[in-house]
């Protein structure tokens, strides 16, 4: 297998994922290190390469990849040897879904749409009791307020309806959220 020798644009959540990147100014050789910081809005994934020579060899395990939650990461890379570190890459991956592990019904929906799937079902579940909270005992339950699971709600509809929208778009579609008005004679 040859491995790559630049960041992937695209990775399995489960799967090995591994590269191989050089920097003449911090050779492995050297003493220096490769961190990676991978961050979304729901996850951060940090990670330091391994020395093969001048090199640096990156491989994440299946165990570490295995529960890497799906999606688009923002990327940097740092050179790091003592207490010296400067930025030297940067981009972004789109990490896929583990189809071997996933629930079918979750392969093609986003985090927003996970969440906002999860707050209507509060809701709905809220519909047949009346207690916001009580105490028996020692022991007692309080729940989100139903203003503030309405306000998430609200939110969370607009992530959606931005993520669809921008779906839509890229495959070539006028936007969904666009209104075109056409005026006429009487």
């Known amino acids: ?6 960041e992937p644009t ?17 050779p492995a ?3 220096w290190s490769l961190r990676y910081v991978f961050a979304n809005s729901s996850q951060r994934i940090t990670f330091d ?3 093969d020579g ?10 570490d990849t295995d529960d890497v939650v799906p999606g688009r990461y923002q990327w940097v890379a740092f050179a790091r ?7 030297v890459a940067s981009g972004e991956i789109q990490v896929r879904p583990n189809i071997e592990g996933a629930r079918p019904w979750d392969l093609q929906r986003t985090h927003a749409a996970k969440v906002l799937a999860a707050i209507e079902a509060v809701i709905e579940e809220r519909a047949t009791k009346d207690q916001e909270e009580y105490t028996i005992g020692d022991r007692s339950l309080k729940r989100t307020p139903l203003s503030d ?6 939110a969370y509809r607009a992530e959606v309806a931005a993520e ?3 779906t839509v778009i890229a495959a070539g579609s006028p936007n969904p959220r666009s209104v075109r008005v056409r005026f006429g004679r009487a």
Do not use: C, K
Request: aromatic content about 10%; overall charge negative.
């Open 1 to 6: 297998m040859t491995v790559p020798t630049l």
């Open 10 to 26: 695209a990775v399995t959540a489960g799967d090995t994922w591994s590269w191989r990147r050089s920097f003449a100014d911090y």
């Open 29 to 31: 050789s050297a003493g």
């Open 49 to 51: 390469s391994a020395a």
């Open 54 to 63: 001048d090199d640096h060899l990156v491989t994440r395990a299946i165990t």
């Open 81 to 87: 040897n003592g207490p010296e570190r400067y930025q």
């Open 149 to 154: 699971l309405l306000e998430m709600r609200t």
């Open 164 to 166: 669809t929208a921008t």
